[in-house]
């Protein structure tokens, strides 16, 4: 085991060095299922008028000049045609309900694309070939609102209220107190696991519910020595684990000055520490990409998957695996005071760009359908999966419905519920490079190297790119 594991490990590595940003485009994983008081100035505009009436009655009086221009017509850029781009197009047809002469036109771009594109106009100081609406992922959103700040359109005061959305979601597009996106894809995680391998251990999900990463050590040596299942399967290449680990404490591998702060990190150490020990004792599944990652659950290797909820597209697809899964809150690190069971991985919003040739009809749309609307999330969950971020949609009954794929259970009001609980950390615009610096630190830390030594040269890497 040990050799074909250091063989896994020494090919991750080769991959991971060649990959640029961290794996670059999460949009096949996340974004294709892939602070507080900040939210509270955003508020301070159109609290009163939300406080005690319907969100969406809010967003009809805030939205008049806008609907008086619902005739005319918008342009988006978003990619993936089931989920995102059908979403927008349901929004479309909500919106020509009251809207008759509203027209949508959404080309399919893909994240890569938005970004190049975005970056081609910026350098050109012309912003004139962008849309009027862009779908951008929220890992990445950060650096281009830092590096391009007037290629955004200040959403504030759209008519919101900013309070139905998680604090977390919300910051990923705030600056300096300011609302740039209207909040989509949720990116939440959980903890996915086939009940019954774990009955054939001898444990149930209950026994995973609001445990540490330590007692999932535990709980995984048990489960593959009584069934030769693995609890958890993960890319090596990925670095979605550590990143959800140090991040559900509300940390990051960056410091509140955006410095780099991988060496003397506490919390970090402690995850790669927990994250090292499940390599070694043979608890997960390292695996060379996605593809491989999916066919580990497909062929029943893996017991358990700990990531964002947008696994859910993967699993519902395993036709004869329907009632095994069950899901609950993710493990929390131990001995970190501010550690949480609740995290997120992925996700994105949409922003109207500076180039936006019709304003007022931009803000009401989106407005009236992704930032105030339960009917419209009623509809996309069966049409699309797309979990809302809008809290309130997580009270309708289509949301508490059971899932029978999950043995009956409510699972998208409670994906909703855990995404509120997701405590806030420190944005970084190189997240992607963060996470592939500290994944190769365990990749060499398993192989033989020292922490300190694997971590040194991950805070100096990360260093590096950061004065790119």
Known sequence: MKKKLIAVLLASAMVVSTAACG???DSSKGDAADGADSADEGN??????????????????????GSAAGGGKLTVWAWDQTFNIKAMELAAEQYKKDHPDFELEVIETSSDDCQTKLTTCANAGDYSTMP????????????????????????TDIGINWDDFAALKQSYSMADGKHYGVPYDNGVCAAFYRTDILEEAGYSIDDLKDI????????????????????????????????????????????EEGKAYITDNEIADKCVDLYTEMIQKDVVKLVNNWDEYVKTVTDGEAAGIVNGNWMNGTLVGIE????????????????????????NNGG????????????????????????SSTEFYDTILPA???IACYLPAGESTVYNEPVEFYGGQPIYSTLVEYSSHIPEFTKTPYHYEAREAV??????????????????????????????
Do not use: H
Request: charged share 25%; with cysteine.
């Open 23 to 25: 794996g670059g485009d």
């Open 44 to 65: 301070a505009d159109n609290g009163d008028a939300a406080d005690g009436e319907d969100a969406s009655d809010a967003g009809d009086a805030a939205g008049d000049e």
């Open 132 to 155: 009027d609406i862009v779908l951008m992922q929220d890992n990445s959103y950060q650096k281009f609102l830092k590096s391009y700040p007037d290629a955004f359109t200040d959403l």
């Open 212 to 255: 540490t990463w330590s007692k999932f050590i535990e709980i995984g040596q048990a489960v593959r020595e009584k069934t030769g299942k693995y609890l958890l399967t993960s890319e090596a290449t990925g670095g979605d684990v550590i990143m959800l680990m140090i991040q559900s404490c509300g940390a990051n591998f960056v410091n």
């Open 320 to 343: 004869d695996q329907k009632g095994l899964w069950q899901i609950t809150t993710i493990p929390k690190v131990d001995g970190v005071e501010s550690a949480t069971n609740y995290a």
């Open 348 to 371: 994105s919003s949409w922003y109207i760009t500076s180039n936006c040739q019709n304003m007022d009809l931009a803000k009401d749309f989106l407005l009236n359908t992704f930032g």
């Open 384 to 386: 699309t999966s797309g």
């Open 439 to 468: 994944n190769t630190a365990i990749i060499n830390i398993t192989n033989g190297t020292s922490k300190e030594d694997a971590l040194k040269e991950a805070q100096e890497t990360l260093e590096f790119k950061m004065s790119e």
